[in-house]
């Protein structure tokens, strides 16, 4: 099975910082990788899928980047409202979810 | 405008059973796999089952695996998820969720989900 792990776990920001979430996945999953946000009490939202494409509606702050191994979710100027958990999902024979990465405001 | 409204949550006992239910509108719901995907309280997401637009291909999460099975009724634009021999490690919030494709991982590639409903809780305690 193909793992992922997500780092950091947590992090500490403010508002119009540039934040960089890494996905790392156990064996190469070519570019078959999403990311979700969550904030609490809600259901997920999807980002990106297929490593870089953004889902439509998304502001275009987010970015995906990354094929194989390694993967990055950037948020450009993180705005008051990104403040959630972010998960990455790997897509490759196997809809596995990462551990999550939470953005908290410093 | 998509909407995931999941049912049947509560409380049972370790060894009992409970059937979830997952009522869809706002598209074609025989157009697209759909799939159940849980969050234990305080826990991260975890992949728990998907089907795919006929039923023809469906997966589980090792976890569930022998225990939960999976249905839809393309008739009905429902989701359902039939959960037995339940234990403590299931209690979690269930939720159903829309894929962007129509097949299960077809091609051994799976695609994402783009929409999802609230979830229904379900809590597993003597």
């Known amino acids: 099975d193909i793992q992922l792990t997500q780092s950091p776990s947590f992090l500490s920001a403010s508002v119009g910082d540039r934040v960089t979430i890494t996905c790392r996945a156990s064996?190469?999953?070519?570019?078959?990788l999403a990311w979700y946000q969550q904030k609490p009490g809600k259901a997920p939202k999807l980002l990106i899928y297929?490593?870089?494409t953004l889902q439509s509606g998304v502001p275009s702050r987010f970015s995906g980047s990354g094929s194989g191994t390694e993967f990055t979710l950037t948020i450009s100027s993180l705005q008051p409202e990104d403040f959630a958990t972010y998960y990455c999902?790997?897509?490759?024979?196997?809809?596995?979810f990462g551990p999550g990465t939470k953005v908290d405001i410093k | 405008e998509v909407q995931l409204v999941e049912s049947g949550g509560g409380l049972v006992q370790p060894g009992r059973s409970l059937r979830l239910s997952c009522a869809a509108s706002g598209f074609t719901f025989d157009d697209y796999a759909m799939h159940w995907v849980r969050q234990a309280p305080g826990k991260g997401l975890e992949w728990v089952s998907g089907?795919?637009?006929?039923?023809?291909?469906?997966g589980y999460a090792d976890s569930v695996k022998g225990r939960f099975t999976i249905s839809r009724d393309n008739a009905k634009n429902s989701l359902y998820l039939q959960m037995n021999s339940l234990r403590a490690e299931d209690t979690a919030l269930y939720y159903c969720?829309?894929?962007?494709?129509?097949?299960?991982?077809?091609?051994?590639?799976?695609?994402?989900?783009?929409?999802w409903g609230q979830g229904t809780l379900v809590t597993v305690s003597s």
């Open positions: 297929a490593a870089s």
């Open positions: 064996q190469g999953i070519s570019s078959y």
């Open positions: 999902q790997q897509l490759n024979s196997y809809p596995r």
């Open positions: 969720a829309k894929d962007t494709g129509d097949g299960y991982c077809s091609g051994g590639s799976c695609s994402p989900f783009d929409y």
């Open positions: 089907i795919s637009w006929n039923s023809g291909s469906i």
